[in-house]
């Protein structure tokens, strides 16, 4: 996924990048009983491939860290049971489609399970003769946790770039200088128009500041051919999800979380305020989403409502995180260079 985040500076953007790598929650392997093991790999080392697996993790945000108080009907694990023989000559694959859930109404399975079109993971290799059987327990945790619990592959921002074209460099220009100057860059960012015989910005996203056009301008003798600059409060974010939740709900969630601290920061340092004076405590308002169970809670502080289960509402502002759709400025600060301006937008 691709959107922008702008109105913003840079410690707001990054706080959302390491919000969606280090605290999403997600469901991952986290205990393994071994009952045999005759591969070639230790018990050690076949703990360590399962617990990066990934797993399904709707349902995540329901469930209960194994720390946390809980009650009779919160869910704190779910586990798999593998068992598999080599009975065949040759060399036999034990992937994550021979895990089987204990329990199949929790939900939790491995990503691609026992997908027509893509290919299950590789836990180890077995010859003939060689056992391996075990009980593999999943529960809840964050990246901060271990890193087997980050739901991203990929979580990176860069300043969005102003690029402007002079049109009188290009006038003295031949064809074949124009399309090496548009072949120069790596990143597709320029087009070469055969109509109108100029150089336009096809993708001004897509530029990643490697400056390889700007020293091929200079080769061709145009160092006033093309001017990039860098927009300060305006930065394009891509995401790559492993697969365990959709990469808006990790968006989403991420916004929630930097929103609650926010929130929280302002509370503590009001109560902080109050007691330095000798003041009695502000009240506190009731914690938005207190209920996250299936059947109700809402956490609506930034208005809007996506239903993120049964019952239950994480609101966002209102709009699809998709291409086209809109979320509304999430929250905003005194405009300088690190109070965020009038809101923090965010659009693709």
């Avoid at 329990?103 to 491995?110: E, I, K, L, W």
């Avoid at 031949?174 to 090496?180: C, G, I, L, N, R």
């Avoid at 609101?315 to 923090?344: A, L, R, S």
Wanted: charged share 25%.
């Amino acid at each position: 996924m691709v959107f922008e985040l702008k109105n913003t500076d840079p410690s707001s953007a990054n706080a959302l990048r390491r919000a969606m790598i280090a605290e999403v929650p997600t469901i991952a392997i986290d205990l393994v009983e071994m009952e045999n093991n005759t591969t070639v790999l230790n018990d050690e080392f076949l703990a360590h491939r399962l617990g990066l697996i990934p797993l399904v993790s709707r349902n995540a945000v329901y469930w209960k860290r194994p720390f946390e108080w809980s009650g009779d009907n919160d869910i704190i694990e779910t586990a798999f049971s593998l068992d598999v023989m080599c009975e065949q000559e040759g060399v036999m694959d034990v992937t994550s489609n021979d895990l089987v859930p204990l329990d199949p109404d929790a939900g939790v399975v491995p990503v691609n399970y026992h997908s027509a079109t893509e290919k299950p993971i590789v836990i180890c290799k077995m010859r003939r003769g060689q056992h391996l059987k075990l009980v593999a327990r999943a529960r809840k945790g964050i990246g901060k946790d271990h890193a087997k619990f980050i739901p991203v592959a990929t979580a990176i921002f860069q300043y969005k770039p102003q690029i402007t074209l002079s049109a009188s460099a290009m006038a003295d220009m031949t064809d074949d200088e124009k399309q090496a100057f548009v072949h120069s860059d790596p990143s597709k960012t320029f087009k070469f128009n055969p109509i109108t015989r100029m150089i336009e910005v096809e993708n001004e996203e897509s530029y990643m500041y490697d400056e390889e056009c700007i020293i091929k301008a200079r080769e061709l003798g145009r160092p006033d051919l093309v001017t990039i600059r860098q927009i300060q409060d305006h930065f394009v974010f891509r995401v790559e999800g492993t697969g365990v939740l959709e990469v808006k709900s990790i968006v989403r969630q991420g916004i929630e979380i930097v929103h609650k601290k926010c929130v929280d920061l302002e509370t503590l340092a009001r109560e902080a305020v109050a007691i330095a004076k000798g003041q009695p405590l502000p009240e506190r308002a009731p914690a938005a989403g207190a209920d996250m169970g299936p059947g109700g809670g809402h956490m609506d502080q930034m208005g809007g409502g996506h239903d993120m289960g049964p019952g239950g509402h994480m609101g966002m502002g209102g709009g699809d995180m998709g291409p086209g759709g809109h979320m509304g400025g999430m929250y905003g600060g005194p405009p300088g260079q690190y109070g965020g301006g009038p809101g923090m937008g965010m659009y693709r």
